[in-house]
């Protein structure tokens, strides 16, 4: 994995297992429902990141007969199952504790001092997390919107813990506002009103997660600059009359398979069409920055054949 995703992974979880820890003595004070489900939120997001640590892990493994392509798509694997717990674990959860206490006659929320200390000291941390995904992310998303990354990035780990640390900004800006409130006007559902909004906030990320992740698991091609610099590299070589067909697709973050149907110049012979092939494969490998799997074919345009019908 990049070191700059590294680098955010860590600083997410470590910032995110002492919040978890503080919330935890918070509910314990304070009885509030915001405040457990919070605790459980970050409890998730901690677990997450463990979880994306271990994906990173395991798609360095070499390749074997039973996997020719290697184990780069662990990485998308568990950063999807990183969006079911989110999901599941911190979205549901909040739901139902909110829900579960806004059904009570009363719950007291009591040392809203504790709650509010804590919650201000998370927003601390998670600020420094979020910091770190965003300076790391920049380097990366060039001049593409924060949206457009997190929709086309084929690198999972970053808009994950960019999605996760916004939300526990937000979740924990609301839980603040439902104890405050609550404590001012003595009505606790309050508390319980922010308590479901967190869940719904963190169902809501979770959801997004799951179709980018779902998406780069069936298999997502370069992007399109990249497709954009292949094709140069392949029809700038010497002895190549035109490419024919070209399908690109991720089986990692950092691995690109690409397969290609090239028109070469007439008249060569075997040496020089193999010297043609191995130039062409030098450029592409020159010209992309990750590691490509290249696999082409020579080939005679026939306008009736499937694969030219479209690129």
Not at 115 to 141: D, P
Request: proline share 4%; charged share 20%.
């Amino acid at each position: 994995m990049a070191s700059g995703s590294t680098k955010a992974i860590l600083a997410a979880f470590f910032a995110n297992l002492g919040i978890a820890i503080a919330k935890f003595v918070g509910y314990a004070f304070t009885s509030s429902s915001s405040m457990l489900a919070e605790a459980i939120h970050s409890v998730a997001d901690t677990s997450n990141q463990a979880l994306l640590l271990l994906g990173s892990r395991r798609a360095t493994r070499d390749a074997t007969p039973e996997h020719p392509f290697g184990f780069g798509r662990e990485r998308y694997f568990w950063s999807f199952i990183v969006a079911l717990v989110l999901f599941t674990l911190g979205g549901l959860f909040a739901i139902y504790e909110g829900v579960h206490k806004l059904g009570e006659a009363s719950h007291e929320v009591s040392n809203v001092e504790w709650a509010i200390g804590i919650l201000v000291f998370g927003i601390l941390l998670e600020g420094y997390s979020f910091h770190t995904a965003v300076k790391e992310s920049r380097a990366i998303k060039g001049q593409a919107s924060w949206w457009e990354f997190i929709r086309h990035s084929r690198t999972p780990e970053l808009p994950v813990v960019l999605l996760e640390d916004l939300g526990a900004l937000v979740g924990l800006a609301l839980a603040l506002l439902g104890i405050s409130t609550a404590a001012i006007t003595g009505d606790s559902r309050w508390d319980a009103y922010g308590t479901i909004s967190i869940g719904v906030l963190l169902v809501v990320i979770a959801t997004v997660l799951v179709f980018e992740m779902k998406s780069l698991l069936i298999g997502e091609s370069a992007l399109r600059s990249m497709r954009k610099t292949i094709v140069r590299a392949i029809e700038e070589t010497p002895n190549v009359n035109r490419l024919l067909h070209m399908r690109t697709q991720h089986i990692g973050p950092d691995e690109l398979l690409v397969a290609a149907k090239v028109q070469l110049r007439p008249g060569l012979d075997t040496a020089k069409v193999a010297a043609a092939i191995n130039h062409i494969e030098r450029r592409i490998r020159e010209a992309v920055p990750i590691h490509c799997m290249i696999y082409l074919e020579p080939d005679v345009f026939d306008p009736d054949h499937p694969d030219f019908a479209g690129g």
